[in-house]
Structures are given as structure tokens and as C-alpha cells.
């Protein structure tokens, strides 16, 4: 029976002297006669390696590791969210978003944290913030936005 496996991880390079191609060409000549296929590599500086570096011990943090490798919130939508900012909900409530946060158990999963009016903190998925108003569920509702950015 034929097997599919999920390969993630991190490799460091202490000297510095190999590029992302170098990466994808190791890692694919290892396979020992399996497919490969959609390899993705990232590649970071990390600056001067120091021996008491916590990426130099095994199974480090994955924090430890992630720091060198900033996100873009991936969204279908060139709406951005400002932290800080007040937004207005299209039922007519405000919030005030305190962070932008990636889910430790799936990195690449991006919510906004925001405090509403009566002081309750709350997470909702990026893009379902930025996201239109369902007007068929909501006809009645004017608001093109489900949070619209309230001016100063």
C-alpha cells in the first residue's frame, strides 16, 4: 500500500554558504527512489552563529525556530487590520483590535484579537474579520463589511 507523509521541519545552516536550492537538491536526493513532490523551503538569516544558540539543542522550542520567519497574514482580500484601530461590527457594535495572533497548533492560521465595548476579549479568523456581510442572511444591512474601520 502506497504512503503520502507531510515532511516539515527546519534545517540550519551554521556557516551560511547554502541557498534554497542547495536545500531542495539535498532533501530530494535522500528519498531513496520515493516521489517528491511540492517541496517548499524558506530561507532566513539568522546573523552570527553562537554554539549557545537554542536552535543548536535538540527539539527545541518551534518559537525558537519561527522567529526568523515573519507571516503575512494570508487573506483573499487586500483589506489589512490595524491594531489599535476601532472597527465597527455591521450589527452596530465597536471593538478595539489588541493583536493579530497565529495559532501555536497551526502555524499559518491568523486571528484578530479584539476587545468590545462591555471589556470581553475576543478571537475571531482573520478572514472571516475582513469579510463581507452575508446580505443574503442580512438584507437589511447597509454595512458592505462584517468590521468597517471607524475614522478618527
Not at 531542495?24 to 520515493?34: L, N, Q
Not at 475576543?122 to 471607524?150: A, C, I, T
Request: proline fraction near 3%.
Amino acid at each position: 500500500m502506497a504512503k503520502i507523509f507531510k515532511v516539515s521541519g527546519y534545517i540550519v545552516d551554521v556557516n551560511g554558504g547554502s541557498n534554497v536550492d542547495e536545500v531542495i537538491a539535498e532533501v530530494s536526493s535522500g528519498f531513496d527512489g520515493m516521489i517528491n513532490q511540492h517541496i517548499h523551503v524558506e530561507e532566513s538569516d539568522i546573523g552570527e552563529w553562537d554554539d549557545e544558540s537554542p536552535l543548536n539543542y535538540d527539539n527545541c522550542d518551534l518559537a525558537d525556530c519561527e522567529k526568523y520567519f515573519k507571516r503575512k497574514v494570508p487573506v483573499e482580500t487586500d483589506r489589512k487590520v490595524e491594531i489599535g484601530k476601532t472597527y465597527r461590527h455591521f450589527k452596530g457594535h465597536t471593538v478595539k483590535v489588541i493583536a493579530i495572533s497565529q495559532d501555536t497548533e497551526a502555524p499559518g492560521q491568523f486571528y484578530v484579537v479584539y476587545e468590545c465595548e462591555d471589556g470581553a476579549i475576543w478571537n475571531r479568523p482573520y478572514g472571516m474579520f475582513v469579510s463581507e456581510v452575508d446580505h443574503v442572511k442580512y438584507p437589511n444591512v447597509q454595512q458592505k463589511y462584517r468590521f468597517e474601520l471607524v475614522e478618527d
